[in-house]
């Protein structure tokens, strides 16, 4: 069935750093891709999507671009800042279903 | 977008007791969602509530247990029946709008359960 991998946390970075989260999917057909945050205490936030291949989803400074060839969809932030602490989560979507990898908690430190 | 109200955002319940999970939207919605996030784990979904008809369950989930209404197209309860500690987790719920173009969820901020 469809799934969703992504690497363990937590990951702790200091301000200014370059952020990769790595995402990997199995899915029949053609899902959509996201990446989600969920800051502590609130519920999860759309970070950023994309719909087909090679589609480059892009929001406040993240990126992730939707690769078929190796069944990824990285999140990339070229300097993190102490408020990106949160936990990131990568799904897919897929005849009507959404998949949720297991979260990827991120430290910030000033 | 879709803004979703979920309430109560916490609640601390003693064993054997019921709770009622409400979730209102500000838009007329088709699919609506329930999911349980275990601490420090991903979102397991429980069902899917669609208006107008019994909700659809995920295995390993039971109407006796999480029973859920869905009266409009724009509200939703789940209640989580003869509670253990086991079942202290927080509760999601979510919807996706109405067009079927726009794949994204929506989710409410989420109750925060612990069983005593």
């Known amino acids: 069935g469809d799934s969703v991998t992504q690497m363990e946390g937590p990951v702790t970075l200091s301000e200014e750093a370059c952020l990769t989260i790595?995402?990997?999917?199995?899915?029949?057909?053609?899902?959509?891709l996201f990446w989600y945050v969920q800051y502590p205490g609130e519920g999860l936030q759309l970070l950023l999507k994309?719909?087909?291949?090679?589609d480059k989803g892009s929001n406040k400074g993240f990126e992730a671009t939707y690769r078929k060839e190796t069944t990824s969809f990285h999140l990339e932030k070229g300097s993190v800042q102490v408020s990106d602490s949160a936990v990131y989560f990568c799904?897919?979507?897929?005849?009507?279903?959404?998949?949720f990898g297991s979260g990827t908690k991120l430290n910030v430190k000033p | 977008s879709a803004v979703i109200s979920q309430k109560p955002s916490r609640d601390i319940c003693q064993r054997g007791t019921s709770l009622t999970i409400q979730c209102q939207v500000d838009?007329?919605?088709?699919?609506m969602f329930w999911y349980r996030q275990q601490p420090g784990q991903s979102l397991t979904l429980i069902a899917t509530?669609?208006?107008?008809?019994?909700?659809?369950?995920e295995s390993g989930f039971v109407i006796d247990k999480f029973p859920i209404s869905r009266p409009n197209l724009t509200f939703s309860t789940l209640t989580v029946s003869n509670m253990s500690p086991e079942d202290s987790s927080i509760y999601l719920c979510?919807?996706?709008?109405?067009?079927?173009?726009?794949?994204?969820?929506?989710f409410g901020q989420g109750t925060r359960l612990t069983v005593v």
């Open positions: 790595n995402c990997t999917y199995t899915a029949t057909g053609y899902p959509s």
């Open positions: 509530a669609n208006q107008g008809s019994e909700a659809t369950y």
């Open positions: 979510s919807v996706q709008p109405a067009r079927p173009q726009d794949t994204e969820a929506f």
């Open positions: 838009s007329q919605v088709t699919m």
């Open positions: 994309a719909t087909k291949a090679d």
């Open positions: 799904a897919l979507y897929n005849f009507n279903k959404f998949y």
